[in-house]
């Protein structure tokens, strides 16, 4: 499967913004996806995770209430909207698909795609 993030971009501090994570190339409800954000020189970090069927979802508990993922396998998409934008949120956002893992560990999502930058202004 091939991903495609988009939807980054500079936006003020309490504001809201909607990544998108396109998918082709395979059965899209086949797999779990993630999103993951990487700031300026820190570790990748875990944001949250929609299962295969859309019917789970699992958030990093420092995010719950600000970050939701729906899930739309009928347009082979998943999205991350955040609410509630913090200078803090400025990183690569990415979306990472996985055929049998659902979850928090980043290093067992198989499948990513470039990432889309968020930037924050205060």
């Known amino acids: 499967v091939q991903l495609q993030a988009y939807g980054g971009g500079l936006v003020q501090a309490g504001g809201s913004l909607r990544l998108s994570c396109a998918a082709s190339?395979?059965?899209?409800?086949?797999?779990?996806v993630g999103w993951i954000r990487q700031a300026p020189g820190k570790e990748r970090e875990f944001l949250a995770a929609?299962?295969?069927?859309?019917?789970?979802?699992y958030y990093a508990d420092s995010l719950k209430g600000r970050f939701t993922i729906p899930r739309d396998n009928a347009l082979n998409t998943v999205y991350l909207q955040i609410n509630s934008l913090k200078p803090e949120d400025t990183a690569v956002y990415y979306c990472?698909?996985?055929?049998?893992?659902?979850?928090?560990?980043?290093?067992?999502?198989?499948?990513w795609g470039p990432g889309t930058l968020v930037t924050v202004s205060s």
């Open positions: 990472a698909a996985d055929r049998s893992y659902y979850g928090d560990r980043i290093a067992s999502y198989a499948y």
């Open positions: 190339g395979r059965t899209f409800s086949d797999y779990a």
């Open positions: 929609i299962s295969w069927s859309g019917g789970s979802r």
